[in-house]
């Protein structure tokens, strides 16, 4: 079976795609034949990957929805299903850091993390989950990150919340399996994304020095990733987590 047969007449709905693993996720599901409901909350950025998207010859519905707002959330599906008629693929990516030092670190801090890395996907999930049961369908993936399980210095918020992602996928994975819903996680490392282009010669060299396969992964690397926990090959897998981080964890 040929990727674009595979996802013939499905429709993925991929939080956080006007850059990085997100828009990555989208064009690969796209390429591979998907549909795509996408968020972003840069306008000029999710005009773009839109357009991208539909040169691939697929719909596509680009919202700025902030997955922090339960009723942006539920408007953002809403349109979703009136648009494609259905929600077969969640991909749950939507995420933010605000880095520092615990003993520094405001409530603010924490709070905004937690609000968009894991409330964000608890109404995310709550808004399409009821369609998922319906039709007796449907793939979840939500992304976590390597340092929810090493931890790291800095990030005790953007870890924390990276580690609470592996409970809920678990637990949701339990509940639905019934209703062939498959709920998974996967867990990236060291990714050539805006954050890590960022970083000097050093620090990334330092991280190089962490990683067995001694390359900082791609973007492609996750989205395959990805394509597979939320195709037909994949349909007796859940509650797990794919680490994609080259050997580090």
Request: glycine residues 10%.
């Amino acid at each position: 079976m040929s990727a674009s047969e595979s996802f013939e007449n499905r429709v993925a709905l991929v939080t956080g795609a006007g850059r990085g693993i997100g828009r990555g996720i989208a064009l690969d599901l796209a390429a591979a034949g998907a549909d795509i409901i996408f968020t972003n909350r840069n306008a000029a950025l999710a005009q773009g990957v839109k357009q991208e998207i539909e040169a691939l010859g697929r719909r596509c519905l680009a919202m700025q929805a902030d997955v922090a707002q339960p009723e942006q959330v539920e408007e953002l599906v809403k349109q979703g299903l009136e648009t494609m008629g259905t929600i077969d693929i969640l991909v749950n990516n939507a995420g933010v850091t605000r880095d520092n030092l615990f003993l520094r670190m405001s409530a603010e801090e924490w709070r905004e993390v937690m609000a968009i890395n894991l409330d964000g996907i608890f109404h995310t999930t709550r808004a399409v989950i009821k369609h998922m049961v319906r039709k007796r369908y449907g793939r979840i993936v939500n992304i976590s990150s390597v340092v929810g399980f090493t931890g790291n210095p800095g990030q005790v918020n953007y870890s924390s919340s990276k580690a609470a992602l592996v409970g809920f996928s678990k637990s949701l994975g339990k509940e639905l399996g019934v209703r062939n819903i498959t709920c998974n996680v996967v867990a990236p490392g060291f990714i050539e994304t805006d954050m890590t282009h960022a970083l000097d010669e050093k620090q990334q060299e330092s991280i190089l020095q962490q990683i067995p396969m001694g390359r900082i992964g791609s973007v492609q690397d996750i989205a395959r990733s990805v394509r597979f926990l939320v195709s037909e090959e994949a349909g007796y897998i859940t509650g797990t987590v794919l680490h994609v981080n080259g050997g580090m964890y």
